[in-house]
C-alpha cells in the first residue's frame, strides 16, 4: 500500500512537466468540446484522436485520452441539463431533473451539482482505482487461462445482454464483432481465416477502424430541435443546495464504483440506479420531476465513479467492459503496452501517470468548466449539418492516417452502413467492438488452456475460479433469461 | 481454407467453428424474434415512440460521399477529397447553401491538412496540389 503511494507521488511527478500538463489541458478542453457537441461521445473523441498516438510519445497521449475521458463527461451533463439533449448515455437520468432546474431558472444550480458532484465522485473513485487495481492486478497473475477464458466469457454476457432494449440483439452485435475479430492470420498457425484473397486483410480488421467506423458513420444524426436554456446568474449553488447534494454525490460514488468494476453493462444502470435511491431518501420527494437537485447530483456522480470503475478491470486484467475503456485498450496497444496483470511492472511509469493525470484532469475540469460554460453553450449553436459533416471527414482522416491505406477506409464505410443499420433496428454497438478485441484474446486463453492440458476439455471448467466465474453467469444471465421466459409462458397461459 | 501444417493441439478452425455455430444461433433467434413482431426500437428512441422511417436517402448520400472520399483520396489529394466529403454530408443532412457549404468545407479541409501534415507530421496525399502545398 505505502509502496503505492510512492509510485502515484512518482506519477504525479510525470505528470507535471510543462509538455505532459499542456497536453492534459488540451485534453480537458477536448473532452469537453466532444462532451457538449451531441453525436459524440469520450470513445469516439478518443478514437478519433488516436492517430497522434503515431507521434506523440505514449505518456503524453495517454494523459490526454484520460483528461479527454472526464472532461466528456462533464460536457456530456451540461447538454442534458440546458438542452434537454444528453451527449451520451450516462447522461440520460441527468436530463430528468437537471433540464427541470434550467426551466425553473436554477441551471446554474445544476451545472454546479453536476461539476462539483463529478469532481468529487472522480476523486473518491480514482483513489480506490489506484490503490485496487494494482490489488486485482497481483490476483490476476495467479489465474490461468481458463480461468481468463471464464472471465471474457462473463464480459461478452454481460455486455451482451445487459446493454441496449433487447438481449438478443446484443448478442447478436457480439457475434458479428466476434466474426470481424477472426479476420486476418490466425496468431498461431498463420492460416487465414476469412480474407477472400485480400492481401489487405491478412493483418485483420484494425479495431479503431470500427470504433470510428461504428461511432462516427453511423451516428444518430438527430438534430437539435430544443432552444439552449439561459444560465441566470452564476453557475454556483447556494449552502442550501449544498447541503441537498453531498450525500447524494457520496452515495453515487458508492453505487456507481462497483457497478464499473464489475461489467454490469454501460452506464446508464447505476444511474438509473442512482436516482432511484435518491428518489426513494428524498425528503423532498414531491420535488421529483420537477427539478430536485438531488436528481441531478447522484447520477452525476455516479456516472464519473462508475467510468473510473470501469478502468480498473481494464488496466488489471486488460478486459475492456465499455466502448470508452476499449479504446484507451487500443491506445495502450498501439504503442506495444499491453494491459494486463503485468502493466503495473512492465510499464509503472505509463500506468501511474495515467491515474495522477485523471486527478490532474478531474481538478482542471472543476476550474476551467464552471466558468467558461458559457463559451460551451456557444458551441450548441453549430449547425447540425456541418458538425456531422466534421465529424464524418475527421473520422475517415483518423481510419486513414493509421496505415496509409484506402482498404481502411473501405472497411470503415461497410462497417459504417452495418452500424446505421444497427441503430435503427437497435442493436447495441458496444457489443460488436467489444466483441472484435476480445474474440481473439479469448481464443488465445483458449488454445493456452487446451495446451496445457494436451487437448483435454475438461480443463475449462478445472478449478475453483471458473467454476465460480461460470456460476455467476449462471445466476446474473441466464437465471433472470429463464425466469422471464418462465413469467412469460404463464402469462400466455 | 489452407492449413499450414502445424502441430498444435487446437486446430485454427476449431475456434471459428464455435464462432460460426453462435453467430447462427443467435442470428436464428432474431430472425423468430422479427417474425413474431419484435421490430426492434431505433437507438435513443423509447419503445412505443412513433415509428420513424428509415432514412435511406440520407444514408445514400452520405455513403456516396465518404465512398467518393475514398476514390478521390490518393488520386486527388487529401484536401480535395476532404472538401468533397465534408460538403457531401452536409447536404445530405439538409443543407443548401451550395456556395457557402464549399467554403466552409475547403476551409476546413485545409486545416486539417495542415494541421495534421504540419503540426503532427502524419504524412496526408498531397495529390494534384503536390509541390503547392508544402
Keep these: 500500500m505505502g509502496n503505492n503511494f510512492a509510485m502515484l507521488l512518482d506519477g504525479f511527478q510525470t505528470v507535471f512537466t510543462p509538455t505532459n500538463l499542456m497536453f492534459g489541458l488540451l485534453g480537458t478542453f477536448l473532452g469537453t468540446l466532444v462532451g457538449v457537441l451531441p453525436g459524440i461521445g469520450p ?3 478518443i478514437g478519433l484522436l488516436l492517430p497522434i498516438t503515431l507521434t506523440v510519445n505514449p505518456t503524453s497521449a495517454l ?6 475521458f472526464y472532461g466528456a463527461m462533464y460536457g456530456g451533463s451540461t447538454t442534458s441539463i440546458l438542452l434537454n439533449t444528453p451527449g451520451e448515455s450516462g447522461s440520460v437520468i441527468t436530463a430528468l431533473e437537471g433540464n427541470k432546474m434550467a426551466k425553473a431558472g436554477r441551471a446554474g444550480a445544476a451545472l454546479a451539482t453536476a461539476a462539483i458532484g463529478s469532481f468529487v465522485a472522480g476523486t473518491i473513485a480514482t483513489l480506490l482505482l489506484a490503490f485496487g487495481a494494482p490489488v486485482l492486478a497481483e490476483f490476476a497473475l495467479t489465474i490461468q487461462p481458463a480461468g481468463y477464458l471464464s472471465l471474457i466469457i462473463l464480459a461478452f454476457a454481460t455486455v451482451g445482454t445487459l446493454l441496449g432494449t433487447s438481449r438478443l440483439r446484443g448478442l447478436v452485435a457480439l457475434s458479428m464483432g466476434l466474426v470481424i475479430g477472426l479476420i486476418g492470420a490466425d496468431l498461431q498457425s498463420g492460416a487465414l481465416r476469412l480474407t477472400f484473397g485480400n492481401l489487405n486483410a491478412i493483418d485483420g480488421i484494425e479495431t479503431v477502424t470500427v470504433i470510428v467506423a461504428i461511432f462516427a458513420l453511423a451516428s444518430r444524426h438527430t438534430m437539435i430541435k430544443a432552444s439552449v436554456l439561459q444560465i441566470n446568474g452564476k453557475a454556483w449553488m447556494s449552502r442550501e443546495d449544498f447541503k441537498r447534494s453531498w450525500k447524494p454525490w457520496l452515495r453515487g460514488t458508492a453505487i456507481g464504483f462497483p457497478l464499473g468494476v464489475i461489467p454490469a453493462g454501460g452506464s446508464e444502470v447505476p444511474t438509473f440506479l442512482s436516482y432511484g435511491v435518491e428518489k426513494a431518501l428524498s425528503k423532498n420527494k414531491d420535488e421529483f420531476g420537477k427539478g430536485a437537485i438531488e436528481g441531478v447530483a447522484g447520477p452525476e456522480a455516479a456516472n464519473n465513479a462508475n467510468a473510473a470503475g470501469v478502468l480498473v478491470p481494464m488496466l ?3 478486459l475492456p467492459t465499455s466502448a470508452t475503456a476499449a479504446v484507451v485498450l487500443v491506445a495502450f496497444q498501439s504503442f506495444n503496452i499491453q494491459p494486463g496483470p503485468m502493466l503495473f511492472q512492465t510499464n509503472p511509469e505509463i500506468v501511474w501517470g495515467l491515474i495522477a493525470s485523471l486527478f490532474v484532469g478531474n481538478f482542471l475540469l472543476l476550474v476551467l468548466n464552471l466558468p467558461l460554460i458559457r463559451f460551451w453553450v456557444m458551441l450548441l449553436k453549430i449547425p447540425t449539418h456541418y458538425l456531422y459533416a466534421g465529424i464524418t471527414t475527421f473520422a475517415l482522416l483518423g481510419a486513414y492516417a493509421l496505415n496509409n491505406s484506402t482498404f481502411d477506409l473501405q472497411v470503415a464505410l461497410v462497417i459504417g452502413v ?13 457489443p460488436l ?13 483458449f488454445k493456452r488452456a487446451l495446451q496445457i492440458s494436451q487437448g483435454d476439455w475438461h480443463i475449462l471448467i478445472a478449478g475453483v475460479f471458473p467454476k465460480v466465474i461460470y456460476g455467476i ?3 446474473v444471465i441466464i437465471g433472470p433469461l429463464v425466469w422471464n421466459f418462465k413469467k412469460q409462458f404463464a402469462v400466455k397461459k | 481454407m489452407d492449413i499450414p501444417q502445424d502441430n498444435s493441439i487446437v486446430s485454427p478452425q476449431t475456434f471459428p467453428y464455435m464462432v460460426a455455430a453462435f453467430a447462427s444461433l443467435v442470428g436464428l433467434g432474431l430472425i423468430v424474434s422479427v417474425l413474431r413482431g ?10 412505443g415512440d412513433a415509428f420513424t422511417p428509415l432514412n435511406l436517402k440520407t444514408m445514400a448520400i452520405v455513403a456516396t460521399a465518404i465512398g467518393l472520399h475514398v476514390i478521390l483520396l490518393e488520386i486527388a489529394g487529401y484536401v480535395i477529397a476532404a472538401t468533397v466529403c465534408f460538403w457531401g454530408v452536409a447536404y445530405a443532412f439538409g443543407s443548401r447553401k451550395i456556395l457557402k457549404d464549399f467554403c466552409i468545407s475547403a476551409a476546413f479541409a485545409l486545416i486539417v491538412y495542415f494541421s495534421f501534415s504540419k503540426g503532427l507530421n502524419i504524412n496526408l496525399p498531397s495529390g494534384i496540389f503536390e509541390g503547392i502545398l508544402k
Design chain 2, 38 to 47: 419484435n421490430h426492434g426500437t431505433p437507438d435513443g428512441d423509447e419503445p
Design chain 1, 43 to 45: 470513445a469516439l473523441a
Design chain 1, 63 to 68: 494523459i490526454m485520452f484520460a483528461a479527454i
Design chain 1, 433 to 445: 467492438i467489444i466483441g472484435a478485441i476480445l474474440g481473439p484474446l479469448s481464443e488465445l486463453y
Design chain 1, 418 to 430: 452495418v452500424g446505421f443499420l444497427f441503430r435503427r433496428f437497435g442493436v447495441p454497438i458496444t
Design chain 1, 316 to 318: 488489471a486484467l486488460g
Design chain 1, 473 to 475: 453467469l449462471f445466476l
